[in-house]
């Protein structure tokens, strides 16, 4: 197996990281189409976002609940994407992983990639002693997801495979303003069904200490 090359683009305009996953992904799918040595290139890059709300190609306009105007007043970009799910928010104090992958190099398929992308993530979490799991027909990494109460997102996935190469990825709270989705549906949900790192352990995380740990787990499952 190839080592993931990480990117740590630090704070980074979406727009500009959406088409930066562009080039990579060019740059992958060239050198995997290449007749000298289908290759083990990749790219991961960890970024965090301006506040920006990002609405996948299945995803539902009006799960949006504020207008353009309002989107102004709080700082707020929007895009149409073409990743899968639906509407969701990334901003300062979530990390937020964009895997640039060949899966056919990996010999897995997409569901398999979605399931360890989730595996990673809820170990770095157990790291902080916070116990996730799956919720059943949702994507992403839950909190208490067999208890239709309490259950409470922790991190977002969506992604996009073009020639069975990867992009977009994962965002996951660890000090998000969790104020922000209460303007949205976030992936269709209610927006008290978010929570993050900081909001569980009732106290501030250090950024680069998750990602270190992010790392060594994604590592570890692929």
């Given at each position: ?32 189409n290449?007749a ?11 970024v ?6 990002t ?26 994407i ?5 509407i969701?928010?990334?901003g300062?104090?979530?990390l ?9 190099y990996?010999?897995m ?7 360890r992308?989730?595996?990673?993530v ?5 790291c902080?002693?916070i ?12 909190l ?9 997102k922790?991190?977002a ?11 977009h ?10 104020r922000?989705?209460?303007y ?32 060594a787990?994604?590592?570890?499952h692929?």
């Open positions: 197996m190839a080592e993931f090359n990480y990117i740590d683009a630090g704070s980074i305009d979406y727009k500009v990281c959406w088409d930066y996953q562009e080039k990579l992904l060019a740059e992958v799918v060239a050198e995997k290449s000298k040595n289908p290759a083990v290139k990749n790219f991961f890059l960890l965090e976002h301006p506040h920006v709300y609405l996948g190609k299945s995803g539902q306009a009006d799960n949006m609940l504020i207008s353009d105007k309002f989107l102004k007043k709080i700082n707020a970009s929007f895009y149409r073409n990743r899968g799910g639906d969701t928010y990334h300062p104090g979530q937020v992983g964009y895997p640039i992958i060949d899966l056919e990996y010999q398929g997409i569901r398999e990639y979605i399931e992308m989730e595996n990673a809820m170990d770095s979490l157990q902080y002693g116990d996730s799991g799956r919720n059943p027909g949702a994507t992403g990494v839950w208490d997801a067999q208890n239709p109460v309490k259950a409470r922790i991190c996935i969506g992604v996009r495979v073009s020639r069975f190469v990867t992009m990825g994962f965002a996951l709270n660890i000090n998000t303003d969790l922000y989705f209460n949205i549906n976030p992936c269709g949900f209610n927006a008290s069904m978010v929570t993050s790192m900081q909001n569980e352990l009732h106290r501030p995380v250090d950024m680069e200490e998750v990602k270190t740990i992010v790392k787990n994604f590592n570890k692929f």
